[in-house]
């Protein structure tokens, strides 16, 4: 599966690896402009001194670079410049230059080797690890792509000291979500060390990506197409969080921080169908309240908004016309199941009004 090397520097030996991995050097290398500027002279000067054959990619820091429009731009850069079957992909960013990167390779002259460098939280512990590679289209997200898993993903956790602490803060939202649906000891460890971790603290950094990047390695392994429903366990508080990114236009809320606002409808459904207990919901809130948002998000963005609309948002999507949402419960915390009978929608709505609750408690401390 994946070869996932955690290490600081990881790019040291890149030539070496490259070879063990039977990856040629000759490598495209993509970056957007934020992590080019950060990143882009200290690496392109490394891959020459190691003898590499390079090009060097950037597209603009947004969410909108993962179009089609984008990538036909990089395939014509690609083929002026000779680049055939024999390269590889490099892609150096966040997620949405891991996905484009990822698009690219497993299209372009009917797939390259893609290798990860990921330098947000999000993309080391989440999108760079499983194969899952796309581009978003007018109609959705992230509808038009491939399972093209990476060749390495190669993490380092010292390229996050530029990182916004508002993303380390929504990637941790994914670091947590591993602790609740795998692995209860984990989670009780972030919990303690959650203000280490946030400050980019070792060894507590690297031990919560490195447990997050095998959590998710060790899922995407046993159930790689999302068949058995492990795969989909991964989506845990998700199911909510997309209809909160919806509702805030995918503007307003980072990713993660409507999966953290997620998380807390999903332990409250979870504890009102009968699966978690109260204390456990407890423990799992108060661990929850440790994230923080920009001054006024929540009010604006959750609080402010009618349980009804969330529900609607969540019923939205094309791919749900048949109105059935599918939730990922707690039996307890560290392990989670995904329900496969239909939840009811005053289940749902109790479940979000209660979070408000749960959130206005938390906001008036
Ligand atoms: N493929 C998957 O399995 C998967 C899983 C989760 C999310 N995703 C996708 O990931 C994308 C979101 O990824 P993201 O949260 O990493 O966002 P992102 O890629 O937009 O990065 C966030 C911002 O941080 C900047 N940045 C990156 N590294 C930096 C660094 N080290 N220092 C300073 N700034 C840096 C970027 O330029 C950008 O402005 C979405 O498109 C989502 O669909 C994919
Ligand atoms: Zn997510």
């Known amino acids: 599966m994946n070869t996932i090397i955690v290490k600081t520097p990881v790019t040291r030996h890149l030539g070496e690896l490259f070879s063990k991995n039977g990856l040629s050097k000759k490598t495209v290398v993509l970056f957007d402009e ?12 490394l891959l020459t001194e190691q003898g590499f054959q390079w090009l060097d990619l950037v597209v603009p820091a947004k969410e909108t670079s ?21 390269w590889n992909l490099l892609a150096v960013g966040g997620g949405v230059v891991g996905d484009l990167g990822g698009f690219i390779a497993a299209s372009y002259y009917r797939g390259i080797p893609i290798i990860q460098l990921p330098t947000t939280l999000l993309a080391m512990t989440d999108s760079s690890i499983g194969g899952k590679v796309a581009i978003n289209h007018p109609l959705g997200k992230n509808l038009i792509g491939f399972f093209h898993l990476p060749r390495l993903v190669l993490i380092d956790p010292a390229y996050l000291k530029t990182l916004p602490m508002r993303e380390i803060h929504a990637g941790m939202a994914e670091v947590v979500k591993y602790g609740f649906i795998a692995d209860r000891d984990f989670l009780f460890r972030l919990d303690r060390h959650f203000s280490e971790i946030i400050a980019l603290e070792e060894p507590f950094v690297t031990d919560a990506i490195r447990r997050s990047a095998e959590i998710k390695s060790d899922v995407v392994e046993k159930d790689f197409r999302e068949e058995s429903g492990l795969r989909a366990t991964l989506n845990f508080g998700h199911t909510f969080a997309h209809g909160l990114e919806k509702l805030a236009d995918y503007r307003y809320l980072r990713h993660g921080e409507a999966v953290t606002i997620g998380m807390v409808c999903a332990l409250s459904l979870s504890h009102g169908l009968g699966y978690l207990n109260r204390e456990e919901l407890d ?30 948002y969540m019923l939205s999507d094309k791919k749900k016309l048949d109105r059935k949402l599918r939730f990922v419960l707690l039996k307890s915390l560290g392990s989670a199941f995904l329900l496969e009978e239909t939840v009811e929608d005053h289940h749902v709505l109790k479940a979000i009004t209660e979070a408000k609750e749960l959130f206005k408690k938390a906001l008036a401390c």
């Open 66 to 86: 993962k179009s089609f429009n984008t990538a036909n731009k990089l395939y014509g850069k690609m083929i002026l410049a000779d680049v055939d079957r024999s």
């Open 283 to 312: 423990q799992g809130v108060r661990i929850l309240r440790k994230f923080r948002f920009p001054h006024g998000l929540v009010q604006r963005r959750f609080l402010g908004e009618s349980s009804e609309s969330l529900l609607e």
């Open 34 to 45: 934020n992590t080019r500027n950060l990143f882009g002279s200290e690496l392109l000067d």
